[in-house]
């Protein structure tokens, strides 16, 4: 029962579950805006040359 009740590891599962939903949120953005990324970095590309 005292495996329950122990919390010391509660807060860094916490940042671990935020840092995932992060990091899914900016997956999904990029997938949506694939296009949109790809034409803005080409352009970026072709400004220094």
């Known amino acids: 029962m005292g495996f329950w009740l122990d919390e010391r590891g509660q ?10 939903v992060i990091a899914i949120a900016i997956i999904v953005a990029m ?3 694939k296009d949109q990324l790809s034409n803005y970095f080409s352009s970026i590309g072709n400004n220094l040359t």
């Open 11 to 20: 807060g860094m599962v916490e940042y671990a579950l935020i840092i995932a």
């Open 31 to 33: 997938v949506f805006f």
